[in-house]
């Protein structure tokens, strides 16, 4: 491994040319009133080595990645993860977990198939601002 990533608090890992995704992480970054979560994108090297460690494919940018407490989740899964994290009325949104998965990941593979085309995409990966680099793993 190039870096050693400590895991002890939960991670957003997100697609960083994405306008969807980097919407999501602003408004996680705004709604995570204890500054739990912290973030990276796919095409750094911290989310890489992250998702190599747990055996996922750092080149898969269709899915956000959740990772917390040594489980990785994926697509809705992960998505609902992150709500819980956020307090009410986000919280609420985790009751959607008994839909089955199979249900909630199709229209997540829709939206995520999709996300470029209604949401656009930027030419740079997202740089922190200087107030938000302490939430960002480099």
């Known amino acids: 491994m190039r ?3 400590s895991l002890d608090r939960p991670v957003l890992i997100f697609d960083g040319y994405c306008s969807l995704c ?17 973030f990276t994108a796919n095409q750094h090297e911290a989310g890489r ?5 747990l055996g996922k494919d750092p080149e898969n940018v269709e899915t956000v990645y959740f990772v ?14 992150i709500a819980r994290k956020l307090g009410f009325p986000w919280s609420f949104a985790y009751t959607f977990m008994i839909i089955p998965s199979f249900i909630r990941d199709a229209i997540y593979k829709v939206i995520a198939a999709n996300r470029y085309n209604w949401f656009g995409k930027k030419n740079t990966c997202r740089i922190p601002t200087p107030e938000e680099k302490a939430r960002f793993l480099a």
């Open 49 to 53: 080595e992250i998702l190599e460690k």
């Open 68 to 81: 917390e407490n040594g489980q990785v989740y994926e697509r809705s899964t992960a998505a609902l993860k």
């Open 22 to 38: 980097n919407g999501t992480v602003d408004f996680v970054m705004r709604h995570d009133k204890k500054q739990e979560i912290l």
């Open 3 to 5: 870096t050693s990533v």
